[in-house]
């Protein structure tokens, strides 16, 4: 059986936990593959708002297994605020959850030295979710990271003491003061939380339920815009987020890939720093952020917010070989006479619908096409049919452009305001 994958198409926040908790009933399996809790997945029904972090967003069903992938990092403290809430909801996530061995783990000493380079760069920050993301994978591609399965080793708590000894010496050259001391018993409770989870080695597990037959949904966080390899870089986070990300966060082929579901917004946002074309710093921008209520569920930051850019959409399409779109918060923009999608990017060598190597003001200007808005409230509606002739001239539009059918729309945040075509 071909495992699918869902992913984000823009800067993050596209809505991808909605997506996969409404698709869940159909996957038996679903699978994180990579990031950690720098994501925010938020999943919204009977009038209460979740966010998951690290736990798939297939959770909330009891007959879906939930793996989160070698590709994954994982805070222990944050790691166990989930299970916690979690549990408080009357969810045991013991009993259908499991973790690779190789995922690895993010140490208090990762946060701080994640802060401390953060706070050297002055205004060149990237705009980092200071959670130690960066940090972690930095020790993993630097062969020094503990990992999940080397929590039940003997030895454990001698190989924690010297990848700190090394961050504190770190933390030194920067000048940075820390009370790591206060940060470390909330780190071991998370420990031995995570100790009452089965650990696996996933690479197998997976592929021997696609081989029995199981329909797998892999989870992707962040967005592809973000990734580390194709992103705006250095203005990313340190994964690959892309469709290639599932092969190495999971340890499945290239050949098992069947649906690539990409999700994108019916405009644009983008948290923390970093390029942003389309970008609408101005009361329209505001207007779209108030109502589309952009604000970071990671963080709580205010999400900078602008028009659809089709380039960069492009450019993520093709890298993650999309079969189907999903555009979500098509609600949000029901008001907006006039709506605008960047179509092109103006450049020194003219105009180009490809994304260049820079997507700095300086290097590039967006190109709009004015298109009709409309003025419906969508939250209550259930049908394609019903929606808005104007609305539907607009995904047609985006259909063109894109070159790939928009198969589902989400018209609000609860799993029932989605409507399949």
């Not at 045991?92 to 401390?116: C, E, G, M, V």
């Not at 989870?219 to 994964?239: C, H, K, N, R, W």
């Not at 092969?247 to 069947?258: E, K, N, V």
């Not at 942003?276 to 710093?281: G, I, N, Q």
Request: glycine letters at 10%; hydrophobic letters at 35%.
């Amino acid at each position: 059986m071909a495992i699918d994958i869902l992913l984000g198409l823009q800067w993050g926040d596209e809505g991808k936990g909605k997506i996969v908790d409404v698709l869940t009933p159909e996957y038996p399996v679903v699978a994180r593959f990579q990031g950690g809790p720098n994501a925010g997945h938020s999943l919204e029904f009977n009038g209460i708002k979740h966010v998951l972090h690290t736990i798939p967003s297939g959770i909330f069903h009891n007959n879906c297994l939930n793996i989160v992938g070698n590709g994954v990092v994982i805070d222990p403290v944050i790691f166990k605020k989930e299970t916690d809430a979690l549990i408080a909801l009357g969810v045991d996530p013991s009993l259908n959850l499991k973790i690779s061995k190789k995922a690895h783990l993010i140490l208090p000493t990762h946060r701080l030295l994640d802060a401390a380079s953060e706070a050297a760069k002055g205004q060149a920050k990237i705009g980092s979710t200071l959670k130690g993301i960066g940090p972690t994978y930095m020790d993993k591609t630097g062969r020094n990271g503990l990992r999940v399965g080397d929590i039940t080793r003997s030895d454990f708590q001698e190989r924690y003491l010297f990848l700190v000894a090394k961050h504190l010496e770190m933390l030194a050259n920067y000048g940075y003061e820390h009370k790591l001391h206060e940060l470390e018993p909330a780190f071991f409770e998370g420990i031995e939380n995570l100790k009452k989870f089965e650990h696996i080695d996933s690479e197998h597990t997976l592929n021997a339920l696609a081989k029995s037959g199981k329909k797998i949904l892999a989870e992707g966080a962040q967005g592809s815009m973000l990734d580390i390899d194709f992103g705006s870089y250095p203005f990313v986070t340190s994964s690959n987020t892309i469709a290639a990300g599932a092969c190495t966060g999971l340890g499945i082929a290239p050949s098992q890939i069947g649906e690539v579901y990409g999700i994108f917004k019916a405009y644009c946002t983008r948290v923390g720093s970093g390029p942003f074309p389309t970008e609408l710093d101005n009361e329209t921008g505001e207007k779209i952020r108030q109502i589309g209520r952009e604000f970071g569920a990671t963080t709580g930051r205010p999400r900078r917010c602008g028009w659809i850019d089709l380039p960069a959409l492009r450019y993520s399409i093709m890298l993650n070989g999309v079969t189907k779109l999903i555009m979500t918060k098509a609600d949000v923009l029901s008001g907006f006479d006039i709506l605008y999608a960047c179509t092109a990017y103006k450049t020194a060598e003219g105009n180009t619908r490809d994304l260049p190597f820079d997507i700095h003001p300086e290097f590039v200007q967006p190109v709009y096409t004015e298109i009709p808005g409309w003025s419906e409230d969508l939250t209550g509606i259930n049908s394609y049919e019903k929606l808005p002739q104007s609305l539907k001239s607009y995904i047609e539009f985006l259909e063109r452009e894109l070159e790939v059918p928009v198969a589902i729309v989400s018209v609000g945040p609860d799993r029932s305001q989605t409507i399949r075509r």
